[in-house]
């Protein structure tokens, strides 16, 4: 049963709204109204010559931090799209695979703290780091959760910060599928921290893990309630758009898609790998925005309480590989990411776009 996990406090989520996290039904805060009749319109190029943008989070001045995952560079690009390269995040690697440079989460104190959350492949596996970023230059590199195995693919990667405060992680099983099943390991998992990198309180096992049994998680998002959506890439069957709740077991490698293993949760939508390949989501406007590589479009789920509507496709090769979407704080609009550069993508560097969607 996929019962939504118990409401927020009341604190959590003004704190959420203020940092533009969560958008809400009534438009509290900087967050947009809803309206779930909308869907993607106008398209247009915010910034190009970009080589596998990866990572993007929002700072409080509406720019975003976005990281490149081959280059290890980290940029800033304004709404305008003004692009200014931050820096380079030290003790990263590749996998000539799908390792690097990942996901990037802006402390939601950042005004504050000037913090800024890094995960990224290193020489003894991948690894979630802090670093400071005070608006223009980038440093204070500190690793605070290690011990996540690597391979040349399924390394998982997105970062960001839940409407509770806590930081949440996406791993992959490095090509290892026992490990998902593994609850001693931090592979296959949803992990959910404190900003030190210690197991946040209310943790299922009292360890990182939140949730377990993925196979290649790379999307998580919250819709409005705090319920937690993640995407994630199967095998050569079935992609998953899972609702995630603490110390459940999503099935892998035992399932891939539905699932009939008693203990085991099944998705709420799946699709042929060849459509999706899913690798960012967000939430907007009553609906979950997938952003698929292989299957090369955005895929639109209207969502109503826990249940996952009829999907509906976007953009189908007209700009290949989607690696990213991520709802604009205080509009309904998204920002949608290629990586078209990357080893599937067969196009030279600087042949990654970032768009602008406008829902309507």
């Given at each position: 049963?996929?019962?939504?996990?118990?409401?927020?406090?009341?604190?959590?989520?003004?704190?959420?709204?203020?940092?533009?996290?969560?958008?809400?039904?009534?438009?509290?805060?900087?967050?947009?109204?809803?309206?779930?009749?909308?869907?993607?319109?106008?398209?247009?190029?915010?910034?190009?010559?970009?080589?596998?943008?990866?990572?993007?989070?929002?700072?409080?001045?509406?720019?975003?931090?976005?990281?490149?995952?081959?280059?290890?560079?980290?940029?800033?690009?304004?709404?305008?799209?003004?692009?200014?390269?931050?820096?380079?995040?030290?003790?990263?690697?590749?996998?000539?695979?799908?390792?690097?440079?990942?996901?990037?989460?802006?402390?939601?104190?950042?005004?504050?703290?000037?913090?800024?959350?890094?995960?990224?492949?290193?020489?003894?596996?991948?690894?979630?780091?802090?670093?400071?970023?005070?608006?223009?230059?980038?440093?204070?590199?500190?690793?605070?959760?290690?011990?996540?195995?690597?391979?040349?693919?399924?390394?998982?990667?997105?970062?960001?910060?839940?409407?509770?405060?806590?930081?949440?992680?996406?791993?992959?099983?490095?090509?290892?599928?026992?490990?998902?099943?593994?609850?001693?390991?931090?592979?296959?998992?949803?992990?959910?921290?404190?900003?030190?990198?210690?197991?946040?309180?209310?943790?299922?096992?009292?360890?990182?893990?939140?949730?377990?049994?993925?196979?290649?998680?790379?999307?998580?998002?919250?819709?409005?309630?705090g319920r937690l959506w993640e995407a994630e890439f199967g095998n050569s069957k079935y992609d998953e758009l899972n609702l995630i709740e603490a110390g459940k077991n999503y099935g892998w490698p035992i399932c891939e898609g539905e699932c009939s293993t008693s203990?085991?949760?099944?998705?709420?939508?799946?699709?042929?790998?060849?459509?999706?390949?899913?690798?960012?989501?967000?939430?907007?406007?009553?609906?979950?925005?997938?952003?698929?590589?292989?299957?090369?479009?955005?895929?639109?789920?209207?969502?109503?309480?826990?249940?996952?509507?009829?999907?509906?496709?976007?953009?189908?090769?007209?700009?290949?590989?989607?690696?990213?979407?991520?709802?604009?704080?205080?509009?309904?609009?998204?920002?949608?990411?290629?990586?078209?550069?990357?080893?599937?993508?067969?196009?030279?560097?600087?042949?990654?776009?970032?768009?602008?969607?406008?829902?309507?």
């Amino acid at each position: 049963m996929k019962s939504h996990r118990n409401t927020l406090v009341a604190a959590a989520a003004t704190t959420a709204l203020a940092a533009g996290l969560l958008l809400t039904q009534t438009g509290a805060g900087n967050a947009a109204p809803a309206r779930a009749d909308s869907a993607p319109s106008d398209i247009k190029t915010v910034s190009s010559g970009w080589s596998i943008p990866w990572g993007l989070s929002w700072l409080p001045d509406g720019s975003a931090l976005i990281t490149e995952r081959d280059s290890f560079k980290l940029y800033k690009l304004t709404q305008s799209g003004t692009r200014t390269q931050v820096g380079t995040v030290p003790n990263v690697v590749t996998t000539d695979g799908e390792g690097g440079l990942l996901g990037i989460a802006v402390s939601p104190n950042w005004n504050t703290d000037h913090a800024i959350y890094l995960m990224h492949t290193a020489s003894d596996g991948n690894r979630i780091a802090r670093m400071t970023y005070d608006g223009s230059s980038l440093g204070g590199y500190k690793a605070i959760v290690t011990g996540i195995k690597k391979n040349k693919y399924h390394n998982g990667g997105r970062l960001k910060f839940g409407p509770d405060g806590y930081l949440y992680a996406t791993t992959g099983e490095a090509q290892t599928p026992d490990l998902a099943q593994d609850k001693n390991s931090l592979n296959g998992k949803i992990l959910r921290m404190t900003t030190d990198g210690k197991p946040a309180p209310g943790n299922p096992f009292g360890t990182l893990v939140y949730s377990y049994g993925h196979r290649n998680p790379q999307g998580i998002t919250w819709d409005p309630q705090g319920r937690l959506w993640e995407a994630e890439f199967g095998n050569s069957k079935y992609d998953e758009l899972n609702l995630i709740e603490a110390g459940k077991n999503y099935g892998w490698p035992i399932c891939e898609g539905e699932c009939s293993t008693s203990g085991m949760t099944s998705p709420k939508r799946q699709w042929a790998t060849g459509d999706a390949s899913p690798s960012g989501v967000t939430y907007a406007d009553g609906a979950m925005y997938l952003a698929a590589l292989r299957g090369e479009r955005l895929w639109r789920i209207p969502v109503d309480g826990t249940s996952a509507g009829t999907p509906k496709a976007y953009y189908t090769s007209s700009y290949g590989r989607l690696r990213t979407v991520e709802t604009v704080p205080g509009k309904n609009t998204l920002w949608l990411s290629t990586t078209n550069a990357d080893n599937n993508g067969g196009e030279p560097d600087g042949a990654d776009k970032v768009f602008q969607v406008e829902l309507k």
